[in-house]
T-cell receptor, first 115, second 111 residues
Framework: DGGITQSPKYLFRKEGQNVTLSCEQN?????MYWYRQDPGQGLRLIYY???????QKGDIAEGYSVSREKKESFPLTVTSAQKNPTAFYLC??????????????FGEGSWLTVV | QKEVEQNSGPLSVPEGAIASLNCTYS??????FFWYRQYSGKSPELIMS????GDKEDGRFTAQLNKASQYVSLLIRDSQPSDSATYLC???????????FGTGTSLTVIP
């Protein structure tokens, strides 16, 4: 099935530890995104990438890092510098062509909890 | 000023009624408009997209766009308890690949 796969679905992080969230898509989309959602809040953009080997910071990039070595993959690392990482993380992708028809789709999300 | 604004609600309607959700956006060059439904603890799923002024209907859902007023709305007819969720409005500009989301409106349909 075509779609966006995020793993793991649930992840626990100890203080001072880096963790990586995986995101893979087989939709042949050029653009990929990472959003953070806190309980009862909207979506906040962490990073986005329009093409392979290129990415841009979103509104809340501090404490996070990404890579885009392959078109299908856009992993997010939550570093120890992110002091309040407990949240729901959403990976998304779009065709990236701009204009009408450019729709964004989401993976199922990953829950990260600091223990 | 936020890119996209929605009333956070909560909005409560009785089963079978029409639910009306509203959204305004700030950038006149916005080109594409979307409504997503998000159940608690789940990821957003696309309900409808709309690109031209006027109404677009899909089953019980109707999206309405007024670019002059920078306003987009979603009507849900014959509301069902299963429609209880948070509804996110999103916009995409003509250029660039960023999507801007509202904070969502919580809808509860009362049986």
């Amino acid at each position: 099935d075509g779609g966006i796969t995020q793993s793991p679905k649930y992840l626990f992080r100890k203080e001072g530890q880096n963790v990586t969230l995986s995101c893979e898509q087989n939709l042949n989309h050029d653009a990929m995104y990472w959003y953070r959602q806190d309980p009862g809040q909207g979506l906040r953009l962490i990073y986005y990438s329009q093409i392979v080997n290129d990415f841009q910071k979103g509104d809340i990039a501090e404490g996070y890092s990404v890579s885009r070595e392959k078109k299908e993959s856009f992993p997010l690392t939550v570093t120890s510098a992110q002091k309040n990482p407990t949240a729901f993380y959403l990976c998304a992708s779009s065709t990236g062509t701009g204009g009408t028809g450019n729709t964004i789709y989401f993976g199922e999300g990953s829950w990260l909890t600091v223990v | 000023q936020k890119e996209v604004e929605q009333n956070s609600g909560p909005l409560s309607v009785p089963e079978g009624a029409i639910a009306s959700l509203n959204c305004t956006y700030s950038d006149r060059v916005s080109q594409s408009f979307f409504w997503y439904r998000q159940y608690s603890g789940k990821s957003p799923e696309l309900i409808m997209s709309i690109y031209s002024n006027g109404d677009k209907e899909d089953g019980r859902f109707t999206a309405q766009l007024n670019k002059a007023s920078q306003y987009v709305s979603l009507l849900i007819r014959d509301s069902q308890p299963s429609d209880s969720a948070t509804y996110l409005c999103a916009v995409n500009r003509l250029t660039g690949n960023q999507f801007y989301f509202g904070t969502g409106t919580s809808l509860t349909v009362i049986p």
